[in-house]
């Protein structure tokens, strides 16, 4: 597949999930935040009644510094502030359109380490904003907005919302079967040190089961570190410590789910979306006709889906490109290998515990272990890689777009080629995937070299 069509919008702050960098370093500084809170603000400023802006975050060190310099931005274009604090990314979309507010925002980085932070947007629906509605954002951050901001008479408020925590544990647990219980599972729920912390331990409880809890105990420091769904390992390893059915990991902003059987194996979110739409078929609440997922999904999952008389239609990554091709077309599944799984019966954006409680009704319902259970169909060999560069992308050389055709024709029609610049770090990934695992690392191993060796060539003329 050509790189090119695979590059994400060209912005100059938004990438594929929102604004993300190194904390206190452009773009990533209280004043990007102040005057995205003021443009933003006065976007979503529509009509005379009080506007309202919710605002979340997860739990890195740099959220202190974040959040006050949002809040400023929005009181300043005249917009209330409902605060919530450390919770799921979820939850804000959710409690956007609950309380009828006019935008959410959620302060995190998702699964990357603490340096770092984000700032995601949802608008009144709860769906993440268009990039249409981003450049327009961007595009008032670079004018003039004095004139704009609001009269002292007219500024907001800020109150913080001491019942988000209970009202987000109602509603995912809502997305269970009616009577349907956990008792007698034993679960290892890994938080990552995030912000799901304390809403996921007691959902997984009030439902019934024995939960083991680990990834609870943020500093601001740890968030995501040797744990959460991008270290499954240390999952895997909890849950056979602890003698666990099953165990769930999350990530930063708990957007996303990787499961560990009881055996500690990984079950990745190509397996867990196959699992839930023959669930969803098989009980004809699957809308579409299939499954909407990324470009990085195995083959494996496409072939299982078609034997099952379904499809597999495939988007660009992010979450949010999925969503609005579900929107688009009618789908109510969809989601990435990572583990974003969107269910839009249920909620508007990724939410790692609403698709952990559907794999989990999966599992009573059938009284099999989580071994039997999860592993719908059998993958492709399929290897992942990522090349860091500076500067410009090294994939448009003319020694790499010819290594990637040569490569492209050892496939032969047999396999996939990937190779995309990431939306949100500047990394290139480059992914093969084919019966043939030895040709699979081959190609990989020789792209990501190519690519290394003109990225290095760059640095040193810059």
Known sequence: M??????????????????????????????????????????????????????GKDTRLSGYMIEPALVAGFIGAGMDVRLVGPLPTPAIAMLTRSLRADLGVMISASHNPFEDNGIKL?????????????????????????????????????????????RYIEAVKNSLPRGMRLDGLKIVVDCANGAAYRVAPTVLWELGAEVISVGVSPDGFNINRDCGSTVPAFLCGEVRRHGADLGLALDGDADRLIVSDEKGQIVDGDQILSLIARSWAASGRLAGGGVVATVMSNLGM????????????????????????????????????????????????????????QLLAVLVERGEPASAVTRVFQPLPQRLKSVRFTGASPLQEPGVRHAIQAAEAALAGTGRLLIRASGTEPVIRVMAEAEDSDLVDELVDGLCARIAEVAARDADAA
């Open 2 to 55: 050509s790189p090119d069509s695979l590059m994400p919008p060209l912005r100059k702050l938004f990438g594929t999930d929102g604004i993300r960098g190194t904390a206190n370093v452009d773009p990533m500084t209280a004043e990007t935040a102040l005057r995205l809170g003021q443009a933003a603000g006065l976007l979503f400023t529509r009509g005379a009644h009080r506007h309202r802006v919710v605002i």
């Open 302 to 357: 496409e072939r299982y889906l078609a034997s099952l008389g379904l499809t597999l239609h495939r988007t660009r990554v992010g979450d949010r490109y999925v969503v609005e091709k579900m929107r688009e077309d009618g789908f109510n599944l969809g989601g990435e290998q990572s583990g974003h799984m969107i269910l839009l019966d249920h909620g508007t954006t990724g939410d790692g515990l609403v698709a952990a409680l």
């Open 122 to 166: 949802f608008g009144p629906d709860g769906f993440k904003l268009s990039d249409a509605t981003e450049a327009e954002i961007e595009a008032a951050m670079d004018s003039d907005l004095s004139s704009q901001l609001a009269a002292p008479a007219k500024l907001g408020r800020a109150v913080r919302l001491e019942d988000a925590p209970g």
